[in-house]
Structure formats: structure tokens, C-alpha cells
């Protein structure tokens, strides 16, 4: 696939985010790049608000006047909110063969050091986003697809979106319910421990998070 791609798609990337479209994505926290993708990184909360004002024709909203439009795209919950407004319209115009998601947060890099990335790549499916992003977890031995497998029997079980990728993370949505929210929250655990030993309280508190939010997020320091 040549990179003719990069500059039909690279419109609607930047209409919709209202960033610069680079033809690359981040790798390996920031440090590393890959031209297998594009990305934009959002960075300013005003911009990016305006340009979804735009995309849905609020004229209310479109000089920037909206009430939150001055917070910094650093008040994480609120950056976050935005990224995944940008990801779901991006995502309804995509063509097939195409995969979009939240890429680097966590950037060591010494180029970019804030902002949370959006990716566009070849795929042919959702796992395809963690082979783009090189997500591992190498601390315990397990590779890119050691994940995929995993997150596949998720898939098979509950259906996952997988909507966030990058070097150490992967975060997704749980379309069912699991019946058992504790047999899932040990199964996470022993898949990533650092759920529990670095994040939730204990599997009593994951499992009830798991029920409430349906969505996990995974990351191996």
C-alpha cells in the first residue's frame, strides 16, 4: 500500500481535529517514529473544540465561546473526552481497510513532551491497532502478539473495542457485561499484574470497576 492513502485521508483527519496531519505516528514512548501511520497530536483544547463545533455546524459554539474551551489539553479527564469525540468521528469516516486510534500519552521523546496522540493505519481489524502501535510487555516476557491473543479470547467472550494502543498500554471497552466480573478481574490480574500491584486496590475493587465503567485499561511498567 503506497502512502497515496496518507494525503486522501489527511483532509478529513485535520477537519475533524483541527491539528496538523503528520505523516508519521510515535513509537516506543515518543521516541521512535513509523511511517506506517499518520497522526495528529492534540495539543490545545480551544482548537480542537472549535473544529468539532464545526464538523457538527454549531454556530453557537463555532467562534469558540464554548464554556470549557479554555482548559489545557494537560487536565487529563478532560483531554481525554475530547480524543475520544475526535476518534469516534474519525472512525464513522473511514474506509475499510483503515484502523484509528488514541496512540501516545506517556511521551519520553525529546521532541514532544505533552499531548495525546491520534492515529490513522492500514488495518483489517481492531487487533491490527496494536501491531501498529508495538505495544509489548517485555518486563514479562510477553510480545505483541502474546497481547493479541489475549485480548482475542476477550473479544471472543465479550467483544472489546479497542480504542487506545501504545508502547506499554492498551485500553478498550467491553461491549457485554461479563456475567463474572470477578473471574475476569483475576484473569486481568494475571495478565497484568500492575492492575492491582501499581493501579486498583484489590481484584474486589477491579471487578467493581470492571461492572461500573466496562472499560480497562492495560499497562505493564
Not at 459554539?61 to 469516534?88: H, K, P
Not at 488514541?102 to 490513522?120: K, Q, R, Y
Not at 480504542?163 to 483475576?186: G, M, N
Amino acid at each position: 500500500m503506497t502512502s497515496e492513502w496518507k494525503s486522501s485521508l489527511g483532509p478529513m483527519f485535520s477537519r475533524i481535529t483541527g491539528c496538523e496531519t503528520l505523516n508519521y505516528s510515535h513509537i516506543d514512548f515518543g521516541r521512535d517514529t513509523t511511517h506506517e501511520c499518520m497522526s495528529v497530536i492534540l495539543k490545545e483544547a480551544s482548537a480542537i473544540q472549535k473544529a468539532l463545533a464545526v464538523y457538527f455546524d454549531d454556530s453557537q459554539n463555532e467562534s469558540g465561546d464554548a464554556d470549557d474551551a479554555d482548559f489545557d489539553i494537560e487536565d487529563i479527564q478532560a483531554g481525554e473526552r475530547l480524543a475520544y469525540s475526535c476518534l469516534s468521528l474519525i472512525r464513522s469516516e473511514l474506509p475499510k481497510g483503515f484502523v484509528a486510534f488514541m496512540g501516545t500519552t506517556n511521551w519520553l521523546g525529546p521532541d514532544i513532551n505533552s499531548g495525546i496522540e491520534i492515529v490513522v493505519g492500514p488495518g483489517n481489524n481492531q487487533f491490527d491497532i496494536v501491531r501498529l502501535a508495538r505495544t509489548d510487555a517485555c518486563n514479562y516476557d510477553l510480545s505483541t502478539e502474546d497481547i493479541i491473543r489475549r485480548l482475542q479470547q476477550y473479544d471472543n467472550e465479550f467483544g472489546i473495542d479497542i480504542f487506545h494502543a501504545e508502547t506499554d498500554l492498551v485500553e478498550f471497552d467491553l461491549r457485554t457485561a461479563p456475567r463474572d466480573p470477578a473471574t475476569l478481574a483475576a484473569d486481568l490480574y494475571d495478565f497484568c499484574p500492575d492492575l492491582i500491584d501499581q493501579g486498583m486496590g484489590d481484584l474486589e475493587d477491579l471487578a467493581q470497576e470492571i461492572l461500573e465503567e466496562k472499560r480497562i485499561t492495560l499497562w505493564w511498567d
